[in-house]
C-alpha cells in the first residue's frame, strides 16, 4: 500500500471530481490520504472532505503566504488547539517559511510558524513543514525547538538543502518527497532522496501542484504518487514493494492519532 502524505483536496481541481480522484487512487495502491489545510478560513471545506472519505485524514493550520492574517500568537495557538481535537484532524499545518514569494512579511510567517509549534507540542501532533529560499531560518527555529524536546513533524516536498535535511534529521523529523524526485534536472533533491535513512522518507504528491513525470503539465493526484515511490525505488535500489511498506509504515509511526498508528497501515489496503 501507498499513502500519498501531503494534497490537497479541497482545491476546486480535486474537490469536483473527489469520487474520481479517490477511485483511481485506489486502483494505483493508494490506500490513505492526507489533506492539507492553508488557512483556517479554508479549513471547514478540508474538513468535509476528510469526513465524507473513510480513507482521508486532514491537517488544521495556516500556509505561510496567509500569515498576514494569522492574528496574534497566543489566539492563533488556542484555535489550533481547539480545531485540532476533532478526530480525523491528525496534524498541524502546513506552515513553515517561504522567502521566495513572501505573501506575507518574514517577521508574521515567524510568528505564525512558533504559534503552530506550540500547538503541536501541546497536541503531540506532528508538524507538517513548508519552507522555500528560508533554510538559516528554518534551520535555527527547528534546532532550538527540536531542543526542547517533545516536538514531531516532517518537511514537506523538499527541495531544500542537505544541510537543513541534515538539520531535520538531527531532531528526529521525516523528510517527504514529492514529484520533483522525479525530475531528472532537480539533481539535488534527487541526490538527497537516495541518502535520507529510509526508515525517514515519506512520499506525497502536494496535489494538484508539481504532477510527477510522466504527467508534467497535467493536474495532480493521488494516484501518481505511484511514480514518486517508484523513482525513490530506482534511486536507492530497493524494490519498489519494499519502498511502499517502508513509506507507509514511516507514516503511520508519525502520525500516531491514526487508528493503527503502530502497524504499517495494511488495515486500510482496498479501502480507497
Avoid at 90 to 104: H, P, Q
Avoid at 116 to 137: E, Q, S, V, Y
Avoid at 192 to 209: F, G, H, K, M, S
Wanted: with cysteine; hydrophobic share 40%; charged share 20%.
Amino acid at each position: 500500500m501507498l499513502i500519498d502524505s501531503h494534497c490537497h483536496l479541497d482545491f476546486p481541481e480535486l474537490v469536483s471530481q473527489l469520487d474520481d480522484v479517490i477511485a483511481r487512487a485506489g486502483e494505483a495502491g493508494v490506500g490513505l490520504m492526507l489533506t492539507i489545510a492553508t488557512s483556517l478560513e479554508r479549513f471547514p471545506g478540508v474538513l468535509a472532505v476528510a469526513e465524507r472519505v473513510p480513507n482521508v485524514y486532514c491537517t488544521v493550520g495556516i500556509h505561510p503566504h496567509e500569515a498576514a492574517g494569522a492574528g496574534s500568537s497566543d489566539e492563533l495557538t488556542q484555535r489550533l488547539i481547539a480545531l485540532a481535537q476533532h478526530p480525523k484532524v491528525v496534524g498541524l499545518g502546513e506552515t513553515g517559511l517561504d522567502y521566495f514569494y513572501e505573501n506575507s512579511p518574514r517577521d508574521a510567517q515567524v510568528r505564525a510558524f512558533e504559534a503552530h509549534i506550540d500547538a503541536a507540542r501541546a497536541t503531540g501532533l506532528p508538524l507538517i513543514i513548508h519552507t522555500r529560499d528560508a533554510d538559516d531560518d528554518m534551520a535555527n527555529i527547528l534546532t532550538r525547538e527540536g531542543g526542547k524536546g517533545d516536538l514531531t513533524g516532517l518537511i514537506h516536498c523538499f527541495s531544500s538543502s542537505a544541510e537543513l535535511a541534515e538539520t531535520a534529521l538531527e531532531i528526529g523529523f521525516y523528510i517527504s518527497f514529492s514529484g520533483i524526485v522525479t525530475f531528472k534536472k532537480a539533481e539535488t533533491v534527487r541526490a538527497i532522496a537516495a541518502t535520507v535513512p529510509v526508515d525517514r522518507i515519506l512520499v506525497e504528491t502536494d496535489a494538484p501542484y508539481l504532477a510527477p513525470v510522466p504527467h508534467r503539465g497535467k493536474t495532480n493526484e493521488p494516484s501518481f504518487v505511484a511514480h514518486t515511490a517508484q523513482v525513490l525505488s530506482e534511486l536507492r535500489s530497493i524494490p519498489l514493494p519494499d519502498i511502499e511498506k517502508q513509506t507507509s509504515h514511516n507514516f503511520m509511526q508519525l502520525f500516531k492519532k491514526i487508528p493503527d498508528a503502530s502497524g504499517d497501515g495494511t488495515r486500510w489496503r482496498n479501502t480507497a
